[in-house]
């Protein structure tokens, strides 16, 4: 079957950083991605991994083991503005579908 | 101008009325989808198009159909709306292979 897990919610300071974590099971892995989630607003696409390894882009980061079926998102000088909700997804299956986690909800304190 | 336009942005409704939710695209991509979110579930995928002609159903598919009228615009339709129906209704577009765009969403109250 295809299953997704991520910590439900996470606490972290301003300035600090964070690390989320993804676990994944899908036949026919095609690529790894996370997303950001403001409430209420859609989704929009932070990172994508398909082969082992890191990913940076200014202060976000996300890493790739396929052969561990994990993955992260790290976040690094925390401000307040990165509080949202974080979703990985797997793509993989018959059809390249994407299967989405239930999101990690990131409070940012002061 | 939005790349991902979706209306209406926020609908009630009553137990057994028809709605339709319209998703539209100015991305050029072949590939539409229609997801629904609700708390604590993540969001699900209800249908999918990949150009035209080609319709799948998600895993959610039950109670909705949808119509890809062309290239830019593909609609869901709950033929007989039920309270449990009741989410936050996103599309999605993308290229091949390439990463999905989410629309703003459609907040939909079904009573």
């Known amino acids: 079957g295809q299953n997704i897990d991520q910590p439900t919610e996470m606490t972290a300071t301003e300035g600090a950083i964070v690390q989320i974590n993804c676990t994944y099971q899908t036949s026919g892995f095609n690529g790894l991605f996370w997303y950001q989630q403001h409430a209420g607003e859609a989704p929009t696409f932070l990172s994508y991994?398909?082969?082992?390894g890191l990913e940076e882009k200014g202060r976000f980061s996300s890493f790739l083991s396929r052969s561990k079926g994990y993955s992260y998102l790290l976040l690094k000088e925390l401000q307040m503005k990165d509080s949202a909700s974080y979703l990985c997804?797997?793509?993989?299956?018959?059809?390249?579908?994407?299967?989405f986690g239930t999101g990690t909800l990131l409070a940012v304190q002061p | 101008d939005a790349d991902v336009t979706q209306t209406p942005r926020n609908r009630i409704t009553k137990t057994g009325k028809r709605i339709m939710l319209e998703c539209s695209q100015t991305?050029?991509?072949?590939?539409m989808y229609w997801y629904r979110q609700d708390p604590g579930l993540g969001l699900r995928l209800i249908y999918y198009s990949f150009d035209v002609k080609d319709i799948n159903k998600g895993e959610i598919s039950d109670g909705y159909s949808v119509s890809r009228q062309a290239q830019a615009k593909f609609s869901l339709s709950l033929e007989s709306a039920i309270p449990n129906q009741t989410a936050l209704y996103f599309c999605?577009?993308?290229?091949?292979?390439?990463?999905?765009?989410f629309g703003p969403g459609t907040r939909l109250l079904v009573l």
């Open positions: 991305k050029g991509h072949d590939r």
């Open positions: 999605a577009t993308s290229a091949s292979q390439e990463t999905q765009y």
């Open positions: 991994n398909v082969l082992d």
């Open positions: 997804a797997a793509r993989g299956g018959a059809t390249n579908k994407l299967i």
